[in-house]
């Protein structure tokens, strides 16, 4: 990669990586989700990412749009209850606007992951901050990538740590949330005090990202806390 640009190899390497992450971090999802739902999100991420990566495997002249494309489109094949639907529409929505860009800037991916977060508000009955979803980490990414899109002066790298303190910040958040959407709500009171499966693994994603380009894998949550599910402790793979 450049310094201020993700390429397509980049890319191919962080839908690989994100496998990884998920397969590392499979209990622990799985964990969260049995607190305020069905357990089935670790499962669901890791065979979604397996399709992910047999399929990029096999991509020709891959380009930013088309692996998108392709791996948002797996996912929707693949992953089970909504998460499958949600995560697909983030990646193919973003994917539209990479329309054969051999790498794309912190403009592209402001556009991109706006995109994104507007197609999985779509599918997702339209869920807004604060409701203990996704949304409530990749809002907040999403607002970091549009200020620093629109600020010469940090890098791409700035960005992407900053996103990495705000998603995992926000991920944490939705601890005391009270479930507004999906299964989760169905709980009422009882959501609250449990860190939600899908901000997490959003999270998880996009640290990857990072991760990937800073010459790592990515990471496994190494300790969490029993009762919330928190996250306490992080190492690299
Ligand atoms: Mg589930």
Redesign the pocket.
Known sequence: MSANAISADDFLKIMKNTLEVMEANEEYLAKL?ADI?????GA?MVRGFKLVKERLTSLENPDVGKIFNTTGMALMETVG???GPLYGQMFVKAGRLAKEKMEVKKRDLADMWEAGLKGVQDIGGGATPGGKTMVDVLDPAVKVLKESANNDGITLMQTLKKIREVAKESAKRTIPMLAEWG?ASYLGERSKGHQD?GATSSYLILRTILDTLNGEVGVKIAKYAESDGGILEEAYL
Do not use: F, L, W, Y
């Open positions: 989700d739902g069905d357990a089935d999100h669901n209850g909504a998460a299964r499966p």
